[in-house]
């Protein structure tokens, strides 16, 4: 197969194009010119900006991919854009969602009054009603570790352009909150941190600490990303790629503090009692649980990584990739201390 990746030299894509490549695929990368990652010599590459696609359309017919994997698609005008290029020049599209566009994530928010949905989440579970889910500041956030977001950000009109072609085939993945070696968000570092400081607790709000986000190594999410890429049946459907054991937050500490060798404990404490460095924005009545069974049932995915496999990964590289700027207000261990002698724990 001749397959076209937009953007994918950041963190998940390199994974991707490995894997086409290992399979016998012919691998082109459309990308600004600067890869964060370095590409294997067999990929063909093909430098420009993803918003002034068109201009590059002769490229694309010339190279007349049969699929194309979009991993830098950030609102509805970019993929409308992707569309309208692509039209008679591929046989599918694939874009690369997130599983933000859920109601319940933005139940989770604070954005939706409720109700409270069910879960877990599947792909007809409902989306959120209200679009352009992150506020300035998040976004500003957002972008230092995905330089692609723009301000206009939202999966949801990104889903509907791609899937509105009759003549176009579409198939949306919808991502977790993927960590491993690369990750820009840094998701084990604070939890690493406190265990190289000697803490011998951590500690969470008691709601906080229930809560069951959806993740997934990167190597896990590229191989179903793949895996989806290169089926057919994957046409006109939407796939939740998740990995199948789902942890509570408090659950998920204790799993990397395991792997790590910590004998430490992760402590549950009342809102009351947590320190206000610690306390989440969130509305945690809403879990965001999510089911990955359709890409598994329809498309025979499973992880090709043992979970503690990847966590290992994951805490190599990240203690020889700490993040560059470090919060010292989100690390005062002295009001953690004091929570811990004077707050009552619960058994989680």
Known sequence: ?????????GFIGP?????????GHQVTVFHRGKA??????????????????????????RLAPDVVVDFILSDGRQAKELMETLHGLTGRV???????VYRAYGVLLGQDTGPVQKV??????????QLHPYNVEHLRAAQTAFPWITEDYDKIPVERAVLSDADLPGTVLRLPMVYGPGDPVHRFFPILKRIDDGRTAILMEESYARLRPPRGYVEDVAAGIALATLSSHAAGRIYNIASQQQFTELEWTRKIGEVEGWNGDVL?????DTPAHLLSPLNTAQDWLVDSTRIRREL????PTPLEAGIARTIAWERANPPEQIDPKQFDYAAEDAAVHQGAHFKI
């Not at 994974?15 to 399979?23: E, G, M, P």
């Open 15 to 23: 994974f991707v194009i490995r894997a086409l490549l290992d399979q």
């Open 268 to 272: 549950a404490l009342s809102k009351e």
């Open 94 to 100: 694939v874009a690369i969602s997130s599983q933000d």
């Open 1 to 9: 197969m001749n397959a076209l990746i937009i953007g994918g030299t």
């Open 120 to 129: 877990p989440l599947t792909e007809e579970s409902e989306v959120r009603r």
């Open 36 to 61: 964060k990652t370095a590409l294997p010599d067999a990929v063909r590459r093909i430098h420009g900006n993803r918003n002034d696609l068109a201009a590059h359309r002769g490229e694309f017919e």
């Open 300 to 303: 025979g995915f499973s992880e």
